[in-house]
């Protein structure tokens, strides 16, 4: 027997199954006419563009010429194969309007092709577009990917430019090496909602996003950058602003030695250090004069960062409250070491003069007498000039002092002038030629010469 004679008896069968045949009863059911078939409903008449079950509780659809529809669309949303059944839960794979090209299409559980419409279909997610069909590549305002296969992409994906027009910058392999634009390829990274990490803001072109507890940085394509990136706004004006990825796109954190940013201005060096917190934000000061409030204890060791981000070194002036005269010196070692030096040392002032100083525990230049020497803002006080003995006012106390800085207590000395100066227990003076009247004799401190 043929297989085309055993296909029409098997669609007889679930069409007629537990109906009558058509006879002068007018039984309502299908029935065969030649090679189509057609519904007649109880009265005996012939039903059009209607949907009508089988026996085999199939749903099939008899067009506008009376005759059951197969391998065609159905009321614009709806398909039958070719026994005429309703597709449901199920695929369709059709030619598409060029050569060798074909297109796909799904149909939910009532029938309907999903159009407009993200589906979720066999643990995989897919869209399909306003006529029904199965999207690829960047879609929905280049916000997702879906592969060749239709299948939402998520995590990070080597994938060409929305806008092939709009290439530019360096874009690397994350975590691995550093990229070459050799394939033409950038990366970016879809969320498990597989919407792709962009800028969150209008306020910078760039946007940090954190993956697996690494910063990386995206551009207003969603492609990964790497270098400094200014994350935080489009003025270029503070080093703040800024993160700094490496080769493999992670942001930095910690110390590292890199050239400054190009778009700023005022570094001594070619290269200079930065240290990166774990949010991958430089420290620094948000003005150029320094202050004691924005020292940081970092690995031991306590650091002061300028408006660059660069540590500081040398002798620096670093104020300690919002007066003009509030600020003290604090040393920061040379170059090499740049950060917070303490104890007695010899420095070099920036006027070229070598002098004594001394700095507390926290860095602060000493003021006041320390074993036994006057210092005031760090800076050793001394008779200069060929005196023997001056007179500083330190601290609110006027104290009496030799050209070694070594402070006269329960003295009587005479100064360059013969006038003898007589002084207490702690060293400060007392009279002056017996006279008690003892602000001529009095000098203001010699301030340390540094820069902020």
Same mark, same amino acid.
């Given at each position: 027997?043929?297989?085309?004679?055993?296909?029409?008896?098997? =669609?007889?069968?679930?069409?007629?199954?537990?109906?009558?045949?058509?006879?002068?009863?007018?039984?309502?059911?299908?029935?065969?006419?030649?090679?189509?078939?057609?519904?007649?409903?109880?009265?005996?008449?012939?039903?059009?563009?209607?949907?009508?079950?089988?026996?085999?509780?199939?749903?099939?659809?008899?067009?506008?010429?009376?005759?059951?529809?197969?391998?065609?669309?159905?009321?614009?949303?709806?398909?039958?194969?070719?026994?005429?059944?309703?597709?449901?839960?199920?695929?369709?794979?059709?030619?598409?309007?060029?050569?060798?090209?074909?297109?796909?299409?799904?149909?939910?559980?009532?029938?309907?092709?999903?159009?407009?419409?993200?589906?979720?279909?066999?643990?995989?997610?897919?869209?399909?577009?306003?006529?029904? +069909?199965?999207?690829?590549?960047?879609?929905?305002?280049?916000?997702?990917?879906?592969?060749?296969?239709?299948?939402?992409?998520?995590?990070?994906?080597?994938?060409?430019?929305?806008?092939?027009?709009?290439?530019?910058?360096?874009?690397?392999?994350?975590?691995?090496?550093?990229?070459?634009?050799?394939?033409?390829?950038?990366?970016?990274?879809?969320?498990?909602?597989?919407?792709?990490?962009?800028? #969150?803001?209008?306020?910078?072109?760039?946007?940090? +996003?954190?993956?697996?507890?690494?910063?990386?940085?995206?551009? #207003?394509?969603?492609?990964?950058?790497?270098?400094?990136?200014?994350? +935080?706004?489009?003025?270029?004006?503070?080093?703040?602003?800024?993160?700094?990825?490496?080769?493999?796109?992670?942001?930095?954190?910690?110390?590292?030695?890199?050239?400054?940013?190009?778009?700023?201005?005022?570094?001594?060096?070619?290269? #200079?250090?930065?240290?990166?917190?774990?949010?991958?934000?430089? +420290?620094?000061?948000?003005?150029?004069? =320094?202050?004691?409030?924005?020292?940081?204890?970092?690995?031991?060791?306590?650091?002061?960062?300028?408006? =660059?981000?660069?540590?500081?070194?040398?002798?620096?002036?670093?104020?300690?409250?919002?007066?003009?005269?509030?600020?003290?010196?604090?040393?920061?070692?040379?170059?090499?070491?740049?950060?917070?030096?303490?104890?007695?040392?010899?420095?070099?002032?920036?006027?070229?003069?070598?002098?004594?100083?001394?700095?507390?525990?926290?860095?602060?230049?000493?003021?006041?007498?320390?074993?036994?020497?006057?210092?005031?803002?760090?800076?050793?006080?001394?008779?200069?000039?060929?005196?023997?003995?001056?007179?500083?006012?330190?601290?609110?106390?006027?104290?009496?002092?030799?050209?070694?800085?070594?402070?006269?207590?329960?003295?009587?000395?005479?100064?360059?002038?013969?006038?003898?100066?007589?002084?207490?227990?702690?060293?400060?003076?007392?009279?002056?030629?017996?006279?008690?009247?003892?602000?001529?004799?009095?000098?203001?401190?010699? #301030?340390?010469?540094?820069?902020?």
């Amino acid at each position: 027997m043929k297989k085309g004679v055993v296909a029409v008896w098997a =669609l007889a069968a679930m069409l007629s199954l537990g109906t009558a045949t058509i006879s002068a009863m007018a039984a309502e059911g299908w029935a065969q006419s030649g090679s189509s078939w057609v519904y007649y409903d109880s009265n005996g008449n012939r039903v059009y563009n209607t949907w009508k079950k089988g026996a085999d509780n199939q749903w099939r659809y008899v067009d506008g010429d009376g005759v059951m529809a197969v391998n065609a669309w159905v009321d614009s949303d709806y398909y039958v194969d070719s026994n005429g059944i309703m597709l449901t839960e199920k695929w369709l794979k059709l030619t598409g309007d060029e050569e060798n090209e074909y297109e796909w299409y799904y149909f939910g559980s009532s029938g309907k092709v999903i159009n407009d419409a993200w589906k979720k279909i066999d643990n995989k997610w897919y869209h399909f577009d306003d006529d029904g +069909r199965m999207e690829t590549g960047w879609i929905l305002d280049d916000m997702y990917y879906t592969g060749t296969d239709g299948v939402m992409r998520t995590g990070w994906q080597k994938l060409d430019l929305p806008d092939d027009d709009d290439r530019g910058g360096d874009y690397v392999t994350p975590g691995i090496d550093s990229y070459t634009d050799d394939d033409g390829k950038y990366w970016f990274y879809f969320a498990s909602n597989g919407k792709k990490y962009s800028p #969150e803001n209008s306020d910078s072109e760039y946007s940090a +996003r954190k993956i697996d507890g690494v910063y990386y940085c995206f551009d #207003e394509n969603g492609a990964m950058q790497t270098g400094w990136k200014n994350v +935080r706004s489009n003025s270029n004006d503070s080093i703040e602003d800024y993160m700094y990825f490496g080769s493999d796109g992670k942001a930095r954190i910690g110390w590292y030695s890199i050239e400054p940013p190009d778009d700023l201005n005022g570094y001594e060096e070619a290269v #200079e250090w930065f240290y990166f917190t774990n949010s991958g934000k430089p +420290r620094a000061s948000d003005s150029e004069k =320094l202050k004691s409030s924005d020292i940081v204890k970092l690995n031991g060791k306590s650091y002061l960062f300028n408006h =660059l981000g660069n540590p500081v070194y040398g002798l620096k002036k670093v104020y300690t409250g919002n007066g003009e005269d509030d600020w003290t010196t604090y040393y920061f070692g040379d170059r090499e070491k740049s950060c917070v030096q303490k104890g007695k040392m010899k420095i070099t002032e920036d006027d070229g003069n070598k002098s004594d100083f001394y700095f507390q525990e926290n860095g602060r230049g000493y003021n006041g007498v320390k074993d036994n020497y006057l210092y005031y803002k760090g800076k050793l006080q001394k008779a200069t000039d060929g005196q023997k003995y001056v007179c500083y006012r330190v601290g609110g106390s006027n104290y009496v002092v030799n050209s070694s800085g070594k402070v006269m207590k329960g003295k009587k000395v005479k100064n360059s002038d013969g006038v003898e100066l007589v002084t207490n227990s702690s060293g400060i003076l007392t009279k002056a030629d017996d006279d008690t009247d003892i602000d001529s004799y009095i000098t203001e401190p010699v #301030e340390p010469y540094c820069t902020e």
